[in-house]
């Protein structure tokens, strides 16, 4: 079907053809009639034009006025002769108000027929000009609105395959979204796991096999390794009831963000014994900034733990022209950074870059390793 703005221009331009066209003179040429017949030749037409009106406004009379019109287009013939060119300009109106084909049809021929009629009852030849032309226009009439007919019938099937593709296209978008959702809420839990648990069931199993194989000989360092190995497991659940929703979504106190890295720094001095020089500046940030230089801490000692072999570990927490900088150095032995696959520092550098901050990693084999991260702030 057309649009709604299409029918109504289209409405528009055939009213007033119609009218002007159709109706008008067939009222002018009414005014020279005599008698009674003026009287029916001003009469009829102006009926019509009502009925036109209220069926353009009330779909539901449409039909009633089709057949008015028929009717009276079979009396105006009778009563002035020459109704062809009346008939030609209503017979946009059998199409347009009637949008089935076969009535179309039907209606239009009926007119025909009428106009037909009123001219042989009152001329008595069925062969006059007004006969042939009514005729002409009948078929051409037909031929014409059927082509129309199809066309449009074409476009309105083009429209719906367009709709239902338009349709699937966005049900494929939702669910390739939905699916997006998805895998990114799955490497988010990921990076959460591997940044929480299971540093810290790595560091219970480190502090484990330390206890277990100095209980005899250091029975005070066993008892201290044990009781890191109960405050870990403690955190690893605190942590656990984050990720599945049963406690707020951060496990870690408000406060200087200072604070937080020194009681990290602590931990992993007790549990390992390696000198750590630190230097943390007293920066206030958010709880997010707070959680992401956290996370970067505790997997940079996690790696030195295990794979580094250093004595000394240097912490830097400092204010940068642009935000927050964290330098985490060691004197271990070092890496190619390009080698690397490991999941944490690619998890790192995912944490830094949603907060807009990047991640630097200089190393290389027997001169130890550098971690820069930047978060910018603001002020």
């Not at 129309?148 to 296209?169: C, N």
């Not at 390794?225 to 984050?242: F, G, H, K, P, W």
Request: proline share 4%; aromatic share 4%; net charge neutral.
């Amino acid at each position: 079907m057309p649009r709604p703005n299409d029918q109504r221009w289209i409405h528009r331009w055939n009213t007033v053809s119609w009218m002007l066209l159709g109706l008008a003179p067939t009222i002018v040429a009414g005014l020279d009639d005599p008698g009674a017949m003026r009287y029916w030749s001003l009469a009829l037409p102006i009926v019509l034009a009502v009925g036109y009106v209220i069926a353009l406004r009330s779909p539901r009379h449409r039909l009633p006025f089709l057949c008015m019109l028929i009717l009276g287009l079979g009396a105006l013939s009778y009563l002035r002769g020459g109704g062809a060119a009346l008939f030609i300009m209503s017979l946009p109106q059998f199409w347009i108000f009637d949008g089935r084909a076969g009535r179309s049809v039907a209606f239009s021929g009926a007119a025909a027929l009428t106009t037909e009629l009123g001219g042989i009852i009152r001329t008595g030849d069925p062969t006059t000009g007004n006969a042939v032309v009514t005729l002409v226009a009948y078929s051409a009439g037909v031929l014409l609105g059927l082509s129309m007919h199809r066309i449009v019938g074409r476009s309105e099937e083009r429209a719906d395959r367009l709709s239902i593709e338009l349709e699937t296209t966005r049900s494929e978008l939702a669910r390739a979204h939905r699916r997006e959702g998805a895998a990114e809420e799955r490497e988010r839990l990921a990076r959460e796991i591997h940044d929480t648990l299971a540093q810290g069931f790595a560091s219970i199993i480190v502090l484990a096999e330390a206890a277990r194989s100095n209980i005899a000989a250091e029975p005070e360092r066993s008892a201290q390794q044990l009781l890191s190995i109960e405050q870990t497991a403690r955190e690893n659940l605190a942590e656990a009831r984050v990720l599945v929703g049963a406690a707020p979504v951060s496990g870690i106190a408000p406060g200087s963000v200072a604070r937080t890295l020194r009681r990290t720094l602590d931990r992993f001095i007790e549990d390992t014994g390696l000198t750590v020089i630190a230097d943390l500046a007293e920066i206030e940030c958010d709880q997010t900034t707070r959680i992401a230089l956290l996370r970067c801490t505790q997997e940079s000692l996690a790696n030195v733990r295990k794979h580094a072999a250093a004595s000394t570990v240097g912490v830097v927490l400092a204010h940068c022209p642009h935000g927050v900088e964290l330098e985490i150095t060691d004197d271990g032995r070092g890496f190619v950074v390009g080698e690397s696959r490991g999941f944490g520092l690619d998890g790192m550098r995912k944490r830094l870059a949603e907060l807009g901050g990047e991640l630097t990693v200089t190393s290389s084999i027997g001169d130890g390793t550098r971690v820069l991260a930047m978060i910018p702030t603001e002020e």
